[in-house]
């Protein structure tokens, strides 16, 4: 299994309730467009105007190979979204009917939602949406349109498509979920996403079991880079994600953008970087990739760096196949300072951690951390992004050579400022002791919080011998995530961070550890529908945290949940012993994954991290619904413009904020179209 690394932000009073926000005309507008559950944003790109301009031309150049990978991600996500999408982009543009009729402003939404998810379904909680129009008028509506416009197969007539793609929208039955991880189902035959096809669960694990050999100590990501089929005569075989196979097309049009780039590489290994994911995208040999892993995580010199490739696994239920994404960005230097503190003591925070040594790496190799400034989002980083990553995923190449870990500051500045006076941390907070703490604390613990996790939480620990990294299935994204989590939760209250610069003082800490168990038992549920277990690995990691913590906990009263005029509260009455449990749980946890303890991770996830208590649920639902916020959070990128002389030549590059959401999405349908309507 791939470990599940990308690390979505915390804090409820930033990511799930930030809200509109009045600011000055003269200010930078982060707050845009609102529709259904979510609330579009900017981000500012502080720092592009000083860069040289070799640097902007490698920024741009590595910037288009970042937008042309986004049919892959939605043709991962299901097999007829590209069909949807374009269909419903004809109709959105060419419809000559009444554009101010409820239907068409459903679908509007609807396209809009399709457009944020890559996809039919949810991008968070990963059920299907439901259209707010009804079938017959979309029917209508698209055989109202140019069917030369429509993504239409050789012969096919719009009938037949509407044959096709109507189910998969109309009838809440079929594709219900992009990702079931429902206990005791067919986690591949039940999730609509687009990695196999015609396999069972069964025929797949056993497909990868015979690929593994248990004596080579560095094992490529089996399946990482295909889709798993079964052909005409019922042989199970993979179809490679490379330039002459599956998503040719996309990964042709990378290759080129990349090969433009590596004339402005900042040194010769960031050149061999580029050559080498190049070659990787060409053969698509999962030992290549190693191979680009390693000069990958070795190459920290350079200001700008990125991440292009198949590289997350939670959009497919078994943890194997990786979704395409990108992410360009160039170094904080300043803000660096701290998360270098943490990467300098890495080995001091292995040893003084709280799970047995003989789960502890003697030696931790490689750790480099920074601070970073996106410049431009694609693939699954877009336009749901993380706030901080930490890569490579492979075990091996993570023990022998390190890891590259960052904290994305311009988009938590962006969360925050949109955060600000949504009367959110108001109507969930205790009191105002715990409002004072996570004002005056809240922006310093949270970004030392995704520190830890990223810098040091992934980068810890070690697997036993002959333990695989896939030995805990379904379960071992959410285990990943809780393992990072609990690491940087025990160590913001060690004195070590005072004594590093880090926390102002012994209090700082408990900021972070309340808003994380109001999190975790109460708010993180208003991005849940009424009725609906917890799905997502981050949500229940965050669960089984909490969870856990006030269970343990009873016995010392250290969690309390109160009651105060019909509205439930999280109250914190002992943050040491907390901290203890924190350590308590991390040694668990850590034991689970290193010695692939199957079972035990199944209970800690069953037990904790599912099910809702539907009275409390509805509760909070209504609280929330009260506050008119939008749960989720996305981001339109900037548009970068080459500025060329009459030779062709690149002058300057020009960077503008001013592109809306539809505009951007509709202009990459169209600039970034790479992909067949079936593939």
Request: aromatic share 10%; charged share 25%.
């Amino acid at each position: 299994m791939i470990k599940s690394l990308k690390y979505i932000m915390l804090s409820a009073l930033v990511t799930a309730c930030a809200g509109n926000t009045s600011v000055p005309a003269d200010e930078f507008q982060y707050n845009d467009e609102r529709f259904a559950d979510l609330q579009m944003l900017r981000y500012k790109v502080e720092g592009f105007d000083s860069l040289t301009l070799n640097q902007k031309t490698l920024i741009y150049h590595l910037s288009e190979a970042a937008l042309y990978g986004r049919d892959i991600l939605f043709d991962q996500n299901g097999k007829y979204n590209l069909r949807i999408m374009r269909t419903l982009e004809t109709v959105y543009t060419d419809f000559a009917g009444d554009k101010q009729s409820e239907d068409f402003k459903a679908l509007e939404v609807y396209l809009k939602r399709v457009w944020f998810s890559a996809g039919i379904h949810h991008h968070y909680g990963s059920e299907k949406f439901v259209p707010g129009f009804s079938e017959e008028f979309f029917r209508d509506a698209v055989k109202s349109v140019d069917a030369s416009k429509l993504p239409l197969l050789e012969g096919q007539t719009v009938d037949e498509l509407l044959a096709v793609i109507c189910p998969v929208m109309f009838d809440p039955a079929v594709m219900p979920k992009r990702i079931n991880l429902a206990e005791g189902e067919d986690l591949i035959l039940t999730s609509a996403s687009n990695y196999y096809d015609g396999v069972t669960q069964a025929e797949a694990e056993a497909f990868y079991a015979k690929m593994k050999d248990p004596q080579n100590e560095q094992p490529v990501m089996y399946g990482m880079n295909s889709r798993l089929v079964k052909d005409a005569d019922g042989v199970v075989k993979e179809l490679r994600w490379t330039t002459d196979g599956l998503y040719g097309e996309a990964l042709t049009k990378i290759v080129a953008c990349l090969e433009r780039a590596i004339p402005y590489a900042e040194d010769d290994q960031q050149k061999a970087v580029i050559e080498k994911l190049i070659e990787y995208y060409k053969s698509g040999d999962l030992k290549t990739f190693d191979d680009y892993t390693i000069l990958w995580v070795n190459n920290t010199e350079p200001l700008i760096d990125f991440v292009n490739g198949f590289t997350e696994s939670y959009g497919d239920p078994l943890g194997l196949k990786a979704s395409w994404e990108s992410i360009v960005n160039f170094k904080d230097v300043e803000a660096t300072k701290r998360t270098v503190a943490l990467s300098d003591n890495a080995q001091w925070f292995e040893d003084n951690s709280p799970v047995d040594d003989q789960f502890k790496k003697e030696e931790v190799k490689g750790v480099t951390a920074k601070v970073i400034t996106a410049a431009i989002l694609g693939g699954d980083l877009y336009p749901s992004t993380a706030i901080g990553i930490n890569l490579p995923n492979s075990d091996w190449v993570r023990k022998e050579h390190g890891s590259k870990s960052v904290t994305i500051a311009n988009l938590t500045s962006a969360y925050s400022k949109a955060a600000a006076g949504n009367g959110f941390m108001e109507e969930f907070t205790y009191s105002q002791a715990e409002i004072d703490l996570m004002k005056k604390y809240g922006d310093i613990t949270d970004d030392l919080h995704t520190d830890l996790h990223e810098c040091l939480g992934h980068g810890s620990g070690k697997l036993l011998p002959g333990v695989e990294s896939d030995s805990l299935k379904a379960y071992g994204s959410t285990i990943e995530e809780a393992r990072a989590d609990l690491f940087g939760l025990y160590y913001l209250a060690d004195a070590k961070l005072q004594e590093l610069g880090l926390t102002p003082d012994g209090e700082a800490y408990k900021a972070q550890y309340y808003s994380y168990i109001q999190n975790g038992l109460l708010t993180q549920l208003v991005r849940i529908n009424l009725g609906n277990d917890i799905e997502e690995a981050h949500m229940r990691n965050r669960a089984i945290i909490a969870r856990w913590a006030y269970e343990h906990g009873k016995a010392d009263n250290v969690i309390e949940l109160v009651k105060r005029d019909g509205k439930t509260f999280v109250k914190v009455n002992d943050y040491e012993k907390l901290r203890g449990l924190f350590g308590e749980l991390l040694a668990e946890v850590q034991r689970i994954k290193s010695t692939g303890d199957l079972a035990a991770a199944q209970a800690l996830v069953e037990n904790y991290g599912v099910k809702i208590e539907p009275e409390l649920h509805k509760e909070i639902l209504d609280r929330y619904a009260h506050l008119d916020l939008a749960p989720y959070k996305g981001f339109i990128n900037p548009v970068y413009t080459a500025v060329k002389d009459e030779n062709g030549n690149i002058i300057d590059v020009k960077i503008d904020y001013t592109e809306g959401y539809a505009d951007q999405m509709l202009r990459y349908s169209s600039d970034y179209r790479t992909l067949p309507h079936v593939n």
